[in-house]
T-cell receptor
Framework: DAGVIQSPRHEVTEMGQEVTLRCKPISGHNSLFWYRQTMMRGLELLIY????????DSGMPEDRFSAKMPNASFSTLKIQPSEPRDSAVYFC??????????FGPGTRLTVT | EDQVTQSPEALRLQEGESSSLNCSYT??????LFWYRQDPGKGPEFLFTLYSAGEEKEKERLKATLTKKESFLHITAPKPEDSATYLCAVQGYPHQGGSEKLVFGKGTKLTVNP
């Protein structure tokens, strides 16, 4: 099993630019989660999907953040426009029936 | 609101020196308590799920235990390769006032010196 796949692994962009992070969950898993990790706040849930439907987006910090899951094998997290305070590591995780989650390697985002 | 507090924030051990990490939690109806290991530059790696008080699970030098208020991750005779950040998370039942989302603690950074 390839595990959860995320791309890109590293992203450096300038303030105001659009950033799109991508995730491919483990095949057969029916729930997908987007997290953000920083030293100050630890691991925070941004949004999660169940069977491709967004269930809880209360962790999305602002309207600048949006997420989609057009099918069971792909999800995107978009930040538009990006700001320096968005710099963090973004993780995608997937699970079957909301039990143990399996995380991807993360995308390290730096906004200058 | 579900909460998780991990202690200590950081722990340094000598190789072979056993110790325990603590995870205190409050949750409305515990569905599961999860332990993860995270190495620098990587995503959290799943270790254990505990479902009810009194349950224990083991994997190599690690043993996780659970009570109604806290969980311990016991590390027996650790080796340098056990150095990592260990994360604890809880999941509740929505119909009992909890949340099916995982709520993570800030983690314990373990360093094992040779």
């Amino acid at each position: 099993d390839a595990g959860v796949i995320q791309s890109p692994r590293h992203e450096v962009t300038e303030m105001g630019q659009e950033v799109t992070l991508r995730c491919k969950p483990i095949s057969g898993h029916n729930s997908l989660f987007w997290y953000r990790q920083t030293m100050m706040r630890g691991l925070e849930l941004l949004i999660y999907f169940n069977n491709n439907v967004p269930i809880d987006d209360s962790g999305m910090p602002e309207d600048r953040f949006s997420a989609k899951m057009p099918n069971a094998s792909f999800s995107t997290l978009k930040i538009q426009p990006s700001e320096p305070r968005d710099s963090a590591v973004y993780f995608c995780a997937s699970t079957l029936n909301l039990y143990e989650q399996y995380f991807g390697p993360g995308t390290r985002l730096t906004v200058t | 609101e579900d909460q998780v507090t991990q202690s200590p924030e950081a722990l340094r051990l000598q190789e072979g020196e056993s110790s325990s990490l603590n995870c205190s939690y409050t949750v409305s109806g515990l569905r599961g308590l999860f332990w993860y290991r995270q190495d620098p530059g990587k995503g959290p790696e799943f270790l254990f799920t505990l479902y009810s008080a009194g349950e224990e699970k083991e994997k190599e030098r690690l043993k996780a235990t659970l009570t109604k208020k806290e969980s311990f991750l016991h590390i027996t005779a650790p080796k340098p390769e056990d150095s990592a950040t260990y994360l604890c998370a809880v999941q509740g039942y929505p119909h009992q006032g909890g949340s099916e989302k995982l709520v993570f603690g800030k983690g314990t950074k373990l360093t094992v010196n040779p």
